[in-house]
């Protein structure tokens, strides 16, 4: 089996899970990674016993022994190194959201679609096997035309501290929602209202709600909440509720489908998106980067998610931050 050649640009927390993930693909080679901090570099390199090393991502992309990239960045620096890594052939997995604003949507879609490499955004969602079987039951018609959908992606305080100083939680975690929301119901969001509570002191406020009406004339509503107290059981509050003419879908992904009570109290932890699973990381990060790198492998471009599709949910997104931040309904 040949093994496909891949890079790591971007070595934050989720960085280093992209690394565990790939470093157990049996069709994949943890070739090389790259970061500006030089200490952290080296401390990941050790880790996965990576060789190729960079600060400079254009020094790693002119390695013409590498095939593919996963682009690990902050949001609002994602656009130069997916640029670039695509200018230079490479096939590039980019985590979502696919950039902060829309012009650096649009070139990034237009470069994929120039592009001799593969191009695939990381909406992981999409590969939890609930949220897919509930695709499947939609579009075989078991619940009709959709007219509502409620979703919520909560937060202990913890973790938010550690992510509202760079991105707030509409986009940064109502983007999966959003994408969800118009995976299912194939319409657009014609409209978005937005309304945030700032609790703390960070840039961006701790949580929001979101009213999307989509040209359907179905109405989604998100709750992105990253303040839950820090005792909270589960680290990921997540449901969706999807309601038809003729039947509804309810997802619940959390607590209380695996628990464990110990001195310290109750508590739920992972089993869906990036569990250890004999000591290998596994869940639905593993089946989005396996699924990759076997579009890769095998020469077939990635269809569960096109470039298109995660540019209109950044496009809701960002709609959504302009209302709450104008308290004005925005138009799209």
């Given amino acids: 089996m040949k093994k496909i050649k891949y890079g790591v640009i971007g070595l934050g927390w989720f960085g280093e899970k992209h690394c565990e993930v790939l470093a157990g693909l049996p069709n994949a080679e943890l070739h090389s990674l790259c970061t500006r901090n030089p200490a952290r570099l080296a401390e990941v390199g050790k880790t996965f016993g990576v060789q190729r090393l960079f600060t400079d991502y254009g020094q790693m992309l002119s390695d013409p022994e590498l095939d593919a990239v996963s682009v690990v960045t902050m949001w609002d620096q994602h656009a130069a190194p997916t640029l670039a890594a695509l200018q230079a052939g490479k096939h590039v997995f980019l985590e979502k959201p ?75 975690d109502g983007v999966h929602d959003t994408d969800l929301m118009l995976w299912y119901t194939g319409a657009k969001v014609v409209s978005a209202y937005a309304q945030t509570v700032r609790i703390r002191d960070f840039k961006h406020p701790d949580l929001g709600w979101t009213m999307y009406r989509f040209d359907s004339g179905a109405v989604g509503v998100l709750e992105d909440n990253w303040c839950l107290p820090d005792t909270t059981a589960f680290q990921i509050d997540e449901r969706m509720e999807i309601n038809g003419t003729e039947g509804s879908i309810a997802i619940h992904d959390t607590h209380p489908n695996f628990s464990i009570c110990d001195k310290t109290g109750w508590h739920s932890p992972d089993t869906t998106y990036w569990p250890l699973l004999h000591g290998v990381r596994a869940g639905a990060l593993r089946e989005e980067l396996a699924y990759f790198a076997g579009c890769v492998a095998n020469g077939r471009r990635p269809d569960v998610i096109t470039p298109e599709e995660s540019r209109e949910a950044v496009r809701a997104c960002l709609a959504a931050e302009e209302s709450a931040a104008t308290g004005q309904i925005v138009k799209l």
């Fill in 98 to 172: 696919m950039a902060s604003n829309m012009a650096d949507c649009d070139a990034i879609v237009a470069a994929a679609r120039a592009a001799r490499g593969y191009f695939m955004v990381g909406h992981i969602c999409r590969f939890n096997p609930r949220y897919a079987a509930a695709k499947q039951e939609i579009a075989a018609g078991k619940i009709g035309k959709i007219v509502s959908l409620y979703a919520r992606r909560n937060l202990p305080a913890f973790v938010g501290a550690q992510v509202l100083g760079k991105i707030g939680p509409i986009i940064g």
